[in-house]
T-cell receptor, first 115, second 115 residues
Framework: AQSVAQPEDQVNVAEGNPLTVKCTYS??????LFWYVQYPNRGLQFLLK??????LVKGSYGFEAEFNKSQTSFHLKKPSALVSDSALYFC?????????????FGAGTTVTVRA | DSGVTQTPKHLITATGQRVTLRCSPR?????VYWYQQSLDQGLQFLIH???????AKGNILERFSAQQFPDLHSELNLSSLELGDSALYFC??????????????FGPGTRLTVL
């Protein structure tokens, strides 16, 4: 079984401040972890993924995420948020042992960056 | 733009009707996935096809079916529609490399409204 929790429905930050979107996961084995972003009336855009190796993953648009196995977390971060980062963010997980390739998504976190 | 296309963008129909949603994967991608996004259930995996063959089923109702054609495009058929089927339906595609680390790239979605 695999699941993701995004504990915050909403995150509000001022432009220029650091942005963190939290994600914790649960899988039977080791995880593949992903972050996607959804802008209004658009599909999901891939930001980054953790497969193996370095726990700090760098992705698109200045985002990065840190994999923490002991805390089963994969928080998304951006050092300096932009108003254009306002969107809905999804964390997703897949169990490495799974053969079905399905992604299990969290409920999403709405990020609002105020000017 | 992810390179995944979906038609139509919007679909409005009545209960009891049948509709077909179409997806064209990115050039070269062999895998197609269907997901349903609704307010109450979030993003749910429906089904995965690889090179024309069904590989995995998720929370897909018996009233729903899908197929992937020789040109790799896919169709999701929804029949005996109910009000609760109103949702955003996403298609995603990926290249299966055998290392199971493939990123799924999502299309813009089809918004289905059942009246």
């Amino acid at each position: 079984a695999q699941s993701v929790a995004q504990p915050e429905d909403q995150v509000n930050v001022a432009e220029g401040n650091p942005l963190t979107v939290k994600c914790t996961y649960s899988v039977s084995g080791n995880p593949y972890l992903f972050w996607y972003v959804q802008y209004p009336n658009r599909g999901l855009q891939f930001l980054l993924k953790y497969i193996t190796g370095d726990n700090l993953v760098k992705g698109s648009y200045g985002f990065e995420a840190e994999f923490n196995k002991s805390q089963t977390s994969f928080h998304l971060k951006k050092p300096s948020a932009l108003v254009s980062d306002s969107a809905l963010y999804f964390c997703a997980v897949r169990d490495r042992r799974s053969n079905d390739y399905k992604l299990s998504f969290g409920a999403g976190t709405t990020v609002t960056v105020r000017a | 733009d992810s390179g995944v296309t979906q038609t139509p963008k919007h679909l409005i129909t009545a209960t009891g009707q049948r509709v077909t949603l179409r997806c064209s994967p990115r050039s070269g991608d062999l895998s197609v996935y269907w997901y349903q996004q609704s307010l109450d259930q979030g993003l749910q995996f429906l089904i995965h096809y690889y090179n024309g063959e069904e590989r995995a089923k998720g929370n897909i109702l018996e009233r729903f079916s899908a197929q992937q054609f020789p040109d790799l495009h896919s169709e999701l058929n929804l029949s005996s529609l109910e009000l609760g089927d109103s949702a955003l339906y996403f298609c995603a595609s990926s290249v299966r490399t055998g290392r199971e680390t493939d990123t799924q790239y999502f299309g813009p979605g089809t918004r289905l409204t059942v009246l």
